[in-house]
């Protein structure tokens, strides 16, 4: 009986670990979107303490399911009335039926900082 619950919290630490690991808000700064299209720009820190100017196409990490932005990609295609609002995209999305339904996704859940480079996760 104890082996499952220290399987459980193991497992519990281990997907935490892998939610918190996005969050690049948290080493990078200056974070700001270009006009007409789905490209952020931040400066990142690396361990070493130095900083790099990155970017990164939202869209190859953010994309939609039945309406709803998710960590997916190319929710630029399925959507209209995209949006950036700090570190929130929002839109609305066709969900399957010809339907659009709003949606908005922090974008913590899905980039991360990779030694200064931003990554989907």
């Not at 361990?47 to 039945?66: K, P, Q, Y």
Request: with cysteine; glycine share 6%; charged share 15%.
């Amino acid at each position: 009986m104890a082996f499952r619950g220290v399987f459980f919290l193991c497992m519990l630490v281990s997907a935490l670990s892998i939610i918190l690991a996005c969050q690049f808000s948290r080493s990078c700064t200056d974070i700001t979107f270009d006009r007409n299209s789905t490209v952020m720009r931040a400066i990142c820190s690396r361990s070493n303490l130095e900083t790099r100017n990155a970017s990164i196409d939202v869209n190859n990490c953010v994309g939609s399911s039945n309406g709803i932005l998710d960590c997916s990609s190319n929710f630029a295609s399925r959507c209209i009335d995209i949006s950036f609002n700090g570190l929130t995209v929002a839109a609305r999305c066709n969900r399957g039926d010809g339907v659009l339904v709003f949606s908005n996704r922090d974008l913590n859940d899905c980039i991360q900082n990779v030694e200064g480079v931003l990554q989907c996760c």
